[in-house]
Structures are given as C-alpha cells and as structure tokens.
C-alpha cells in the first residue's frame, strides 16, 4: 500500500507520546473510522496488539508502526 497515509515529522512525535503509555503487548497505533461525528463518519486511534493486526497494511516512522483498518 503506498501513499495510502503520510506520517509528518510533528505527528511521529505524537504518536511516540501516545505510544508511551500503551499497554506492554502493543505493537503499533490502528487508525480507523467510525460512523459517527457531523459528516458521519469520525477517525479513530487506538493501540493495536499483535493477534489484531496480522494481515494489515502499515506504515513505519520513527520506529512506530500506524496500522490501517481496511474498513
């Protein structure tokens, strides 16, 4: 999957923040969406482990893998 989601500079060191206070069996962040919000639909963040994440495409920066729902 290429050029499917860029990681700036700015965002890596957030994800890095984020990644800190995840759980020990995490392997990456999964970003995905939700029906909800004024457009109906709403991004989602949340720590991916290992047994969730096996067959999805991710993207690497700075050591921290952004795994992508195909949702």
């Known amino acids: 999957m290429n050029n ?3 990681v700036t ?3 890596s060191n957030q994800l890095k923040k984020i990644f800190r ?3 020990s ?5 999964l970003l995905g969406i939700d029906k909800a919000g ?3 639909y709403s991004y ?3 720590f991916a482990k290992k047994n969730e994440v096996e067959n999805l495409e991710y993207v690497q920066r700075n050591n ?3 795994f992508i729902d195909p949702k």
Not at 25 to 29: L, Y
Request: aromatic share 0%; with cysteine; net charge neutral.
């Open 9 to 11: 500079d700015k965002a």
């Open 64 to 66: 921290i893998k952004v």
């Open 38 to 40: 004024c457009n109906g």
């Open 4 to 6: 499917i989601l860029t």
């Open 25 to 29: 069996d995490t392997v990456g962040i």
């Open 44 to 46: 989602k963040l949340d």
């Open 21 to 23: 206070s995840a759980p």
